[in-house]
């Protein structure tokens, strides 16, 4: 894996710097393909995903509604996730993709995803939107206001030759304002809450959350913690910052390469005991990695996609 330079902190651990999984963002040609290529991305980053609506919003709107009898008709629930939001892996791992969530979902609505990261894919959902609805609700692309989710319901109107026509209308169900959540957050509960979310996050997703500040809070009270895909960055900077005993997990897919410098590295975290080896297909990365973290007790080899 390529180094990366040092820089100074706050540059690093306040954006400037990816310290998160594999990126869903990509520039899709068309919906379909979208859609596919971001739950693949799920899978590898929460390890599970919605039912997924797999083609266009309009072809998930009428298969919502198509049903003559009534109580077999579900609502379709637009899901709208931004990259660059410091919420988004936080809801997608600890709401969206849980157990239940999923559950839930499949059984009552149809859910249509999008993905906003790249402006190119903002223009398409703006597109699909102005078509469909002829609303400018989507204009504004705010990264700190995802996720978002919107709820689509069919409109009767009745025509003058006594017959029925529809439309479709959207309607905001959710949208997080990142900053100030988490404000009121640390304001009417103190760090204390923070600590217990921290608990159900990897440290790249908590570092995106709060910046640098965890830091010291998580070293002060040696928080054990996990990490995902570490860049040289990231790994300096845990060195620096905590005690290299608080790393007890690791979460690796195979866009991490394994030379060995880099795992010598790793190595310096000495009380890793569960590693997490998503897509890799070289069955001695076992003996690799028992050899580097001898306190292995849980090693889970994950596949996604392979044909």
């Known amino acids: 894996m390529a180094s990366n330079p040092i820089t100074d902190d706050n540059d690093a651990l306040n954006g400037n710097h990816d310290m998160t999984p594999s990126s869903p963002g990509e520039e899709y040609q068309n919906e379909a ?9 799920f899978y590898e980053r929460y390890y599970d995903c919605p039912g997924f609506y797999v083609g266009s919003l309009i072809n998930a709107c009428e298969e919502a509604f198509s049903p003559t009898v009534i109580e077999e008709r579900r609502p379709v629930l637009v ?5 660059g939001s410091m919420f988004s892996n936080i809801f997608c791992k600890l709401t969206l993709c849980s157990a ?6 499949l059984e009552n609505y149809i859910v249509w995803p999008c993905d906003v990261t790249l402006e190119a894919n903002r223009n398409m959902l703006a597109n699909i939107w102005q078509e469909m609805f002829h609303d400018q609700l989507l204009n504004v692309f705010d990264e700190k206001k995802y996720p978002k989710l919107i709820g689509i319901k069919r409109n009767f109107q009745e025509q003058q030759n006594d017959s029925l026509a529809f439309d ?22 103190g760090k204390k809450i923070i600590l217990e979310l921290v608990k159900n996050l990897t440290l790249n997703d908590a570092i995106n959350a709060f910046s640098n500040n965890i830091l010291p809070l998580l070293s002060q009270q040696e928080t054990k913690v ?5 860049s040289s960055l990231l790994i300096n900077t845990i060195l620096r910052k905590l005690k290299p005993q608080q790393v007890v997990s690791l979460r690796l897919t195979a866009s991490w390469y394994r030379k060995q410098e880099e795992l010598s590295r790793l190595a310096r975290f000495t009380n890793v005991i569960s590693l997490s080896l998503l897509n890799f297909q070289d ?13 292995l007790t849980r090693l ?5 996609g392979l044909q």
Do not use: G, W
């Not at 393909?33 to 991305?41: G, V, W, Y």
């Not at 169900?173 to 404000?183: G, N, R, T």
């Open 100 to 105: 239940t969530i999923i559950d839930y979902l």
């Open 300 to 304: 889970c080899f994950c596949t996604y």
């Open 226 to 230: 996990e990490i995902c895909d570490p």
């Open 33 to 41: 393909a979208a859609i596919e290529t971001m739950s693949k991305r």
């Open 168 to 189: 479709y209308q959207p309607v905001l169900l959710l949208e997080y304002d990142v900053l100030a959540f988490y404000h009121n957050i640390e304001t009417r509960f």
């Open 283 to 295: 069955i001695r990365a076992i003996e690799i990695y028992r050899t580097n973290f001898p306190r």
């Open 79 to 83: 899901y709208i996730h931004h990259d």
